[in-house]
């Protein structure tokens, strides 16, 4: 939609402040609101001590001194995050024509990649997969496809999801359980737990993979994300465990657990039928389902220029990022989740 902009940007003398107050026009909470006041202060005391500058008036120099003067006392996620906060406030004062430009931009996209790069893996657009995700004509392996590709998460992280890691309202479906209590508030999200590991017992069933992340995360389920699990669970059979997994099998081992080992062959089925699977072939050329990963993490990250965001939705960040994030789940990720995750066709 086009926007009618002045032809000169208006005169703010406080941006920082007016920023802050705008954020709090916008409904964001105060925690969140006090955490762009933290990182903004802190950037705007830097640039005029360094540079004699205001916010207004830095440059692309003076922000990228700011994050090297980060490195060594904080760790690489939360100087993400702070990137990502900075970057939002130039992003948000040129669209209101207080600035004439976000010199955080090309910063973040020269800041070191640490998450998940392989500069020779297979590149795949959206419109590719988006083909790829349609040529899934059983729901299982379509709603396994398509949940890896919008969550990020590892294989055997989606194996291990019961039905009690999903709350969404799916009425057309004869099938009642109660979300566990982390998602009493957080309608239309995921679970996926730290808990799980290999060998151990957990809600009630021995797990055959393990769980890698650091702190248990919520991830929002989008409308294609939710009509493709409908579809799933209006066929699932009769689990065999009491822990009632998301994801069953469903043909010799009718009603088990899925395992990852039935996933990758799922991927490298279709995969092979594409071209995008070879044996002998290395992650440089097979898509598999960590490439759904690295998918999900690349096409996010471009499209929010918040590597913060992206570490959470992974299970990858730092605890003093991820506590904000959880408090601020409804205002940070969902929002950040549903106004740039990408469509896949379904």
């Keep these: 939609m086009a926007t009618d902009r002045a032809s000169e940007p208006a005169t703010i003398e406080e941006p920082v402040s007016y920023f802050l107050e705008e954020q709090r026009y916008h409904g964001k909470s105060e925690r969140t609101v006090e955490a762009y006041e933290r990182v903004l202060g802190q950037f705007e005391a830097f640039v005029e001590d360094e540079s004699g500058v205001s916010p207004a008036n830095a440059t692309r120099r003076e922000c990228m001194a700011w994050v090297h003067s980060l490195r060594g006392r904080l760790e690489p ?107 009493e508030a957080r309608p239309d999200s995921l679970y996926v737990d730290e808990k799980p590991v290999r060998g151990v017992v957990v809600n009630g069933e021995e797990r055959t993979a393990s769980n890698k992340r650091k702190r248990g995360t919520v991830i929002p389920v989008d409308s294609e994300l939710q009509a493709v699990l409908t579809a799933w669970l209006a066929i699932r059979p009769d689990a065999r465990s009491t822990a009632e997994p998301l994801f069953l099998d469903t043909g010799d081992s009718w009603g088990r657990r899925l395992e990852p080992s039935d996933v990758r062959y ?70 950040v989740y549903e106004s740039n995750i990408y469509s896949l066709g379904v």
């Design 77 to 183: 996620s939360t100087i993400a995050t702070y990137a990502s906060y900075v970057h939002r406030f130039y992003d948000y004062m040129t669209r209101v024509d207080a600035f004439e430009g976000n010199p955080m931009t090309l910063v973040v996209e020269e800041m070191n990649e640490s998450i998940d790069t392989n500069p020779t893996r297979r590149e795949i657009s959206i419109p590719e997969m988006q083909s790829f995700v349609g040529d899934l004509a059983h729901p299982l392996e379509r709603a396994v496809v398509v949940t890896l590709l919008k969550t990020g998460m590892r294989v055997g992280e989606l194996c291990n999801l019961d039905l009690r890691d999903l709350h969404a309202d799916i009425e057309a479906v004869d099938l009642e359980w109660t979300p566990r209590v982390q998602l």
């Design 266 to 335: 799922i991927v490298e089925e279709h995969a092979r039928d594409r071209g995008w699977y070879r044996t002998g072939g290395g992650a440089s050329e097979n898509v598999t389902p960590h490439y759904f990963r690295h998918f999900f993490t690349t096409h996010l990250r471009d499209r929010t220029g918040d590597r913060g965001v992206v570490k959470y939705l992974r299970g990858d960040v730092a605890s003093d990022v991820i506590d904000t994030y959880t408090h601020d789940w409804g205002d940070q990720v969902r929002t």
